[in-house]
């Protein structure tokens, strides 16, 4: 291609036309240099094969570019799908609604997600039964047991004599308790 720029005034293509061809069909392969030569005898049409040589590298550029450009928009999708698939933090919190309790018609005694009517009747005779009333009995038992424990063992613990070691003040100190 240089020397064909370099010589202005002189037309080299009928010396160079020939080198063109040949490089042309190194670069392409014989295929599509016959298929280019037949194309030209069907439309009866002569290029020079430099032209034909920038035309094609031209067109493998472009296809080249919209490969990548392809790839790009993939790649580009991929990313997107991971990133809506990914745990995103939201600023609200729902209210847990479905808290746990045993009988009444107090708060966790809500019936209204069952859908069918009988499933909802069984479930209010089973939480106002005997026995889930017992259980509630027994938990709220428990819980008022480990406040009174708690409670007697602040007070057990506070005062001035029960950080001394002397018998004379632990034997007053267990005499008050009792």
């Known amino acids: 291609m240089h020397v064909e720029k370099s010589s202005e005034g002189r037309d ?68 997107a799908r991971k990133q809506s698939r990914q745990i995103q933090i939201c600023s609200k919190v729902p209210p847990s609604s479905n808290k746990r309790s045993f009988g009444g018609t107090g708060y966790g005694y809500n019936v209204a997600n069952t859908k069918n009517k009988i499933l909802k009747k069984a479930k209010i005779e089973v939480l106002q039964s005997q026995e889930m009333k017992n259980i509630k009995a027994w938990r709220r038992n428990a819980v008022q047991k480990s406040s009174d424990i708690s409670s007697t063992k602040k007070s057990m613990f506070s005062g001035r004599e029960s950080a001394s070691t002397s018998k004379n003040t632990t034997s007053s100190h267990m005499a008050r308790r009792w």
């Open 12 to 79: 080299l293509t009928p010396i160079t036309d020939k080198l063109w061809k040949k490089f042309y069909e190194r670069q392409f392969g014989k295929e599509s240099t016959t298929t280019v030569i037949e194309r030209m005898r069907q439309k009866r049409v002569a290029f020079r094969w430099i032209q034909l040589y920038e035309a094609k590298m031209k067109d493998i550029e472009k296809n080249e570019s919209k490969a990548a450009d392809r790839i790009k928009q993939s790649y580009q999708k991929e990313n």
